[in-house]
């Protein structure tokens, strides 16, 4: 046990040292929770950026493989097809990923923009 626990036992009634201990840990999870919204913006974050990275990336190959159609090497087209497919695959799973953090409007929203919607919401 740690210290603060070896303190609240040391003293007072049963129930008193309950309800310290259970406000002890409603103070920790609270924290926990804290910490664990900003980890989880900032993977929603990263998501999506590698999402739009690998769309970007996408298209650079689809131009691709429009000129090398447009220079009759056909022996080249179907493997970039394969790699846009297999893309197109990775970006999907990616997206659905970062819908099962529930993007929500105030995930980047700094605090002054959190003030301006709670303004802006009281019509």
């Known amino acids: 046990m740690d210290t603060a626990g070896e303190e609240i036992v040391a003293g007072g ?16 999870k609270v924290e926990h929770l804290e910490t664990m919204t900003q980890y989880k913006s900032y993977a929603k974050i990263g998501l999506l950026s590698f999402s739009i990275l690998l769309q970007v990336i996408a298209t650079c190959l689809l131009f691709v493989e429009r000129i090398a159609f447009n220079k009759q090497a056909y022996s080249r087209c179907p493997k970039y097809d394969i790699a846009i497919g297999f893309l197109v695959i990775v ?24 003030v301006s919607m709670e303004e802006g919401s009281g019509h």
């Open 13 to 28: 009634d049963k129930n008193a040292k309950r309800k310290q201990l259970l406000d002890l840990n409603e103070d920790e």
């Open 91 to 114: 970006i999907i799973v990616i997206n659905i990923f970062t819908s099962a953090f529930g993007l929500t409007a105030d995930c980047c929203a700094t605090p002054l923009d959190t």
